[in-house]
């Protein structure tokens, strides 16, 4: 089974209108954390937002939140004013207690802003 | 601060020929992660290491990749013989491992190696 899952292989928005992108995850362990990562068209990979599976509060960074919904696995990004230097792929991935280091990736959502 | 460093960040090589990819981690980092990213398979991790160990080479496609860390701060990546199969985005990532925690310790990402096998 995936253990991330980005249902959205494409996404548009309007610049400085704000846009979920959409993360459900697969785990049994009871602690572990959420990550998105950006990646322009340059290639580079960028860490935008961390949440980890006992934060009370939704993290947030900037222009980016994350919509942590532990009940409904779920773990949405939200970018407010969209600006087009967002025009990106976004990757969400997860890090398990029992996994040690490593990261699982979704498969990424394609952002286009629009001006 | 100097991030991850890959070099070379493109590479153009005949069928048969041996490919060797350098990273450099974040200095102080005791993780270090090889990935491979193409339009078919996204991003997949190959191996990783802590404290130079490698840990899980679970993901290593097969006897032709080998990966080294011989100290904390040089990694390789070695493929031998290439295949047009393997052209993809080689990234190194590196990262902060505390025991016991699946806490915030993000992987910060090299600039990727450009691998294109003719």
């Known amino acids: 089974a995936q253990k991330i899952t980005q249902t959205q292989p494409g996404m548009f928005v309007q610049e400085k209108e704000a846009v979920t992108l959409d993360c459900t995850y697969d785990t049994s362990d009871q602690s572990y954390g959420l990550f998105w990562y950006k990646q322009p068209s340059s290639g580079e990979m960028i860490f935008l937002i961390y949440q980890g599976s006992y934060d009370e509060q939704n993290a947030t960074e900037g222009r980016y939140s994350l919509n942590f919904q532990k009940a409904r696995k779920s773990a949405n990004l939200v970018i407010s004013a969209s600006q087009l230097g967002d025009s990106a792929m976004y990757f969400c991935?997860?890090?398990?207690?029992?996994?040690?280091?490593?990261?699982?990736f979704g498969e990424g959502t394609q952002l286009t802003v629009n001006p | 601060d100097a991030g991850v460093i890959q070099s070379p960040r493109h590479e153009v090589t005949e069928m048969g020929q041996e490919v060797t990819l350098r990273c450099k981690p974040i200095?102080?980092?005791?993780?270090l992660f090889w990935y491979r990213q193409t339009m078919m398979r996204g991003l997949e991790l190959l191996i990783y290491f802590n404290n130079n160990v490698p840990i899980d080479d679970s993901g290593m496609p097969e006897d032709r990749f080998s990966a080294k860390m011989p100290n904390a701060s040089f990694s390789t990546l070695k493929i031998q013989p290439s295949e047009p199969r393997d052209s993809a985005v080689y990234f190194c990532?590196?990262?902060?491992?505390?025991?016991?925690?699946?806490?915030?310790?993000?992987?910060?990402f090299g600039p990727g190696t450009r691998l294109t096998v003719l």
């Open positions: 991935a997860m890090r398990e207690r029992t996994s040690g280091s490593r990261l699982t």
């Open positions: 200095s102080g980092h005791n993780s």
């Open positions: 990532a590196s990262s902060l491992f505390r025991l016991g925690t699946s806490g915030y310790n993000e992987q910060f």
